[in-house]
Nanobody, 123 residues
Framework: QVQLVESGGGLVQAGGSLRLSCAAS????????MGWYRQAPGRQRELVAA???????NYADSVKGRFTISRDNAKNMVYLQMNSLKLEDTASYYC?????????????????WGQGTQVTVSS
């Protein structure tokens, strides 16, 4: 089991920056891939950025060059640095922990979610 708590959301003007944090509980944090997702009203939840247990990252095209995901395994923390924020970045942002385990040779997916933190970008 992994429990996730996000923080750092808020109201910011377009062009500004915010840093989201995700605190994870559990001794297996380092074995999980971590991701930040977002969901705007009336839209599906989408992947914003992800980082593997080894530190490899990937980003949605819409945030490449503006957002940076990082993790600190010693502190069980994941961060999302968001720069040059745009109106369309307004959404609830969710932290996700993902792990694949093999049970009797078959893959089993484990996903854990935080409660979300609101990011609102104003003009």
């Amino acid at each position: 089991q992994v429990q996730l708590v996000e923080s750092g959301g808020g109201l910011v003007q377009a062009g500004g920056s915010l840093r989201l944090s995700c605190a994870a509980s559990g001794s297996t944090f380092s074995s999980h891939a971590m991701g930040w997702y977002r969901q705007a009203p009336g839209r599906q939840r989408e992947l914003v950025a992800a980082i593997t247990s080894a530190g490899s990252t990937n980003y949605a095209d819409s945030v490449k060059g503006r957002f940076t995901i990082s993790r600190d395994n010693a502190k069980n923390m994941v961060y999302l640095q968001m720069n040059s924020l745009k109106l369309e970045d307004t959404a609830s942002y969710y932290c996700n922990a993902h792990r694949t385990a093999y049970v009797l040779g078959l893959p089993r997916q484990y996903d854990y979610w935080g409660q979300g933190t609101q990011v609102t970008v104003s003009s």
